[in-house]
């Protein structure tokens, strides 16, 4: 079905990978923790556009996914809290993942502007993201900002939260959209997602083609 909207990105997690709870987890996705709401590989150059998440198996108690759509929170702080977007928008900090094979590193802001000021992307992932060196009254600020910015994120006003069945497919912007899930008790059953990537040009391209194709 991904091979449809795009080509698959590839990456040190494979074209396709399982989101399940393991004994030895490398990463909280793979534990039955609650994950908040978030951006995948903010540490990527480039970051990958689009996430599919193919529900396989979801039986267990807790485990609802968990949607947020990142521009709606950005643009209520550019009105509502503009010196706290002025800082997000600006700031760039660095976003790391190290495991015993790989590292990888990127900057960017929390949130990114287009030259026209108009939002392009965000970013968010507190467990993975570094602050630079800053003066104390602006990291005191920062933190102001980062923290609202995390709390309207995971706030019911923005938030929503679903049960996956088994054969739903989730697809959501990478750019725009946050996801996360609630807890779930790994003694009641089994949740298990297989996931995988495709770069937003490609999927443009498919678009643009049929568009061609059939005159639209």
Request: proline share 3%.
């Amino acid at each position: 079905f991904a091979n449809l909207m795009g080509i698959l990105r590839k990456t040190n997690f494979g074209t396709l990978f399982d989101v399940k709870s393991v004994r030895r987890a490398s990463d909280l996705a793979y534990t039955s923790k609650a994950l908040s709401a978030h951006t995948d590989n903010p540490y990527r150059r480039p970051i990958p556009g689009i996430q599919l998440l193919h529900c396989l198996k979801n039986d267990s108690e807790g485990g609802l996914s968990t949607l947020t759509d990142g521009f709606a929170v950005a643009s209520y702080m550019r009105k509502k809290f503009p010196k706290y977007f002025q800082i997000l928008s600006s700031i760039k900090i660095r976003y790391s993942y190290k495991d015993s094979k790989t590292i990888l590193e990127s900057w960017g802001e929390t949130i990114e502007l287009n030259t026209d000021r108009t939002i392009k992307r965000v970013r968010l992932s507190p467990r993975l993201d570094y602050v630079p060196v800053l003066r104390k009254d602006k990291l005191n600020q920062f933190y102001k900002a980062r923290s609202m910015f995390i709390k309207l994120c995971n706030s019911k006003n923005f938030m929503i939260e679903f049960k996956l069945k088994p054969g739903d497919v989730l697809i959501m912007d990478n750019y725009r959209t946050l996801h996360g899930r609630t807890s779930y008790n790994m003694a009641i059953g089994k949740r298990h997602l297989q996931g995988c990537y495709v770069d937003h040009d490609s999927v443009e391209s498919n678009m643009k083609n049929l568009q061609r194709k059939f005159n639209l």
